[in-house]
């Protein structure tokens, strides 16, 4: 079954070269339960990684089934292990964010077990090892012995015929002990147990051979016990193929992902928050490119296209686009209006009470259409009533006097709104009830619309909104949109350009700095985890498999990050005036490439990570983890 033939393996120091076992000539067979012992350093622990192909070996043959093996490549020995050595070590090496039951199924899924039958011989094995109360149970929870079952049920999954055990009983007391060494004497009565031990005492009673060894040789080789040895080539060959590899590296990514939701919502909560800072340094960006060396011009026009005038129904739809980021404003330029205060007529400004704020005022906001508000220069007082009146002249309709009666002033303008206003020249401010009706008609049957209404001036908060809303009005059958600062634009494209290059530039290097520190913080959560990627090649998974989980565990992170700052930024848009500035710029097209750079570092990173994790053997993994 298993025979070494002059096997040597030499370690490299900084000193130069040891041995680790020299000119060593054994054969193994099934049903034996062999102890290697020895002192600390005598190269048991060696023996047992090279029978393995843990570790290489330098000089002489190991023969798997009167096989060669000297020229196995890493694969064949990844494919060799996956059917046919369960492992059992001292240090345990479950993966401790399992529970019992995922630690002993994922060995199932390493060889590719039967999908349907796969819960239930997983169940069988742990109650076999005397865990089915503890199956959903966290093996960090474990006590060592409890542990080291889970080992062997794990070793066991694989029904390979060989296991290799590493000082199983070395960390447990002596009652778990003996425990494990019985299982281990009930399991090798159908397999080939090879058990490496610094204490023979214990193992004795249950071991059918010992070899002993002393600095890398073997000093004694004996038969202790009766074994029913068998001969036959038992050895399973590999059936493991791409099309599983996927498929099973998928599944184990997603248990990971789920069986760590700490470490999970800390790596996600991360790539948010460098989503965020990236989108909004691309959404500005955009907002720049879109309306760099233009933001001054914030206004247009709407005028009718083929008539002087614009209709009734058009005004009212274009009064149905207004949104608080576009202002309307009606140009009544054909109408001359004309007030008459206290019988006296004036030539005012007026604007209705919807303009102000609380703290615009001394005194109160009219609450109803007999009240109103005066600029704070007239020398009237709060409380005092005024008679108002006003006279509207057309160039198209003759004089109509809109007359109204007293009027109580209950407040006057302060220094705050003349600070931050702009149009300081308002007269006074009257309940829109006064001249408009609900929808902002003329309150009177003598003026319509579509008598002398030809244009409608439009105010963006910055020149990007009347872009986007020219869009909206752009194939409106009759309208024409004026932008007059489309010229101004086309001159300054040079500049535009140049400072879009320089804005590119400073993202480029914004990402950068980002992804460096993704990748550093990254890269420490991904050493935490160096014994778990270890032991999963140790149990057979390849590592083709352990490559792709690494890589698919970083997508999934980032595929779900990018999702919800997409989500987060757009309900941020609704009701913070900063985020929709931003968010507006973006398009779907604009999402979907920060998507695509998020995913691309994160395969990055996955394989980056990869080519360390596999530069070393999985025993070097195991003793920097232990």
């Not at 000297?70 to 964010?97: C, L, M, P």
């Amino acid at each position: 079954m298993i025979k070494l033939s002059g096997v040597s393996k030499y370690y490299k120091t900084a000193t130069g070269v040891s041995e680790g076992m020299r000119n060593i000539s054994l054969d193994f067979k099934l049903n034996e339960f062999v102890a290697i012992t020895g002192q600390s350093g005598s190269g048991k622990t060696t023996l047992l990684n090279v029978i393995s192909g843990l570790d290489s070996y330098e000089d002489g043959e190991l023969f798997v089934n009167s096989l060669e093996t000297s020229h196995y490549t890493v694969k064949e020995w990844e494919d060799f292990r996956a059917k046919n050595i369960g492992f059992v070590f001292q240090n345990y090496n479950v993966i401790d964010s399992y529970t019992v039951y995922q630690n002993v199924v994922i060995a199932l899924e390493a060889q590719g077990y039967n999908e349907n039958n796969k819960k239930e011989r997983a169940l069988e094995l742990i109650d076999r090892v005397g865990l089915t109360s503890h199956k959903d149970q966290k093996t960090s929870k474990l006590s060592g012995g409890q542990k080291q079952r889970v080992v062997i049920a794990r070793a066991l999954a694989k029904n390979a015929p060989i296991i290799l055990a590493d000082e199983p009983t070395g960390n447990l007391d002596e009652k778990s002990g003996r425990e494990i060494m019985q299982l281990l004497k009930e399991i090798s009565e159908d397999k080939l147990i090879i058990l490496v031990t610094h204490n023979f005492d214990e193992a004795k009673d249950y071991v059918t051979r010992n070899i002993v060894m002393s600095d890398g040789n073997i000093k004694e080789d004996k038969i202790i016990g009766e074994s029913k040895i068998k001969s036959e080539e038992v050895i399973i060959e590999s059936n493991n193929n791409n099309d599983s590899s996927y498929k099973t590296a998928s599944v184990i990514a997603l248990r990971n992902l789920k069986a760590t939701p700490k470490r999970t919502f800390f790596s996600i909560m991360l790539v948010i928050f460098s989503v965020m800072i990236f989108t909004i340094f691309y959404a500005s960006l955009i907002k720049n490119n879109n309306s760099v060396a233009s933001d001054s011009s914030q206004q247009a026009s709407i005028v009718a296209r083929n008539n002087e005038y614009l209709t009734n129904d058009e005004i009212k739809y274009i009064k149905s686009t207004e949104t608080k980021h576009i202002r309307l404003d009606i140009d009544y330029s054909d109408y001359q209006v004309i007030y008459n205060l206290n019988n006296t007529n004036v030539n005012a400004f007026f604007q209705t009470t919807e303009t102000l704020s609380k703290k615009d005022v001394d005194g109160e906001l009219p609450k109803n259409k007999y009240e109103i508000v005066i600029a704070n220069h007239w020398d009237f007082e709060i409380g005092e009533t005024i008679k108002l009146s006003q006279i509207i002249e057309s160039k198209r309709m003759s004089t109509t006097t809109l007359n109204f009666d007293d009027y109580k002033v209950v407040g006057k303008t302060n220094d705050n709104y003349y600070n931050s206003h702009s149009f300081r020249d308002i007269m006074f401010f009257i309940n829109k009830d006064l001249i408009f009706d609900n929808e902002y008609n003329f309150d009177n049957d003598a003026f319509k619309y579509d008598e002398a209404i030809s244009r409608i001036d439009i105010y963006g908060s910055d020149r990007q909104e009347v872009k986007l809303y020219k869009k909206k009005i752009a194939n409106q059958e009759g309208l024409r949109f004026i932008d007059d600062y489309l010229i101004f634009e086309y001159e300054m494209q040079f500049v535009d350009s140049t400072l879009k290059l320089f804005l590119w530039a400073v993202l480029l290097f914004i990402l950068s700095i980002v992804f460096l520190v993704l990748f550093h913080i990254f890269k420490n959560v991904m050493e935490s985890r160096k014994k778990d990627f270890a032991v999963y090649r140790s149990i057979g998974i390849s590592e083709k498999e352990v490559g792709i989980t690494i890589v698919v565990e970083q997508l999934i992170i980032a595929l779900i990050a990018v999702l919800v700052t997409i989500i987060i930024l757009n309900i941020l848009g609704f009701t913070v005036p900063f985020f929709r500035n931003l968010t507006r710029h973006l398009s779907i097209w604009d999402y979907l490439l920060v998507g695509f750079i998020f995913a691309v570092f994160s395969i990055m990173l996955g394989l980056r990570y990869n080519k360390k994790v596999f530069n070393i053997t999985v025993i070097e993994s195991l003793k920097e983890d232990n």
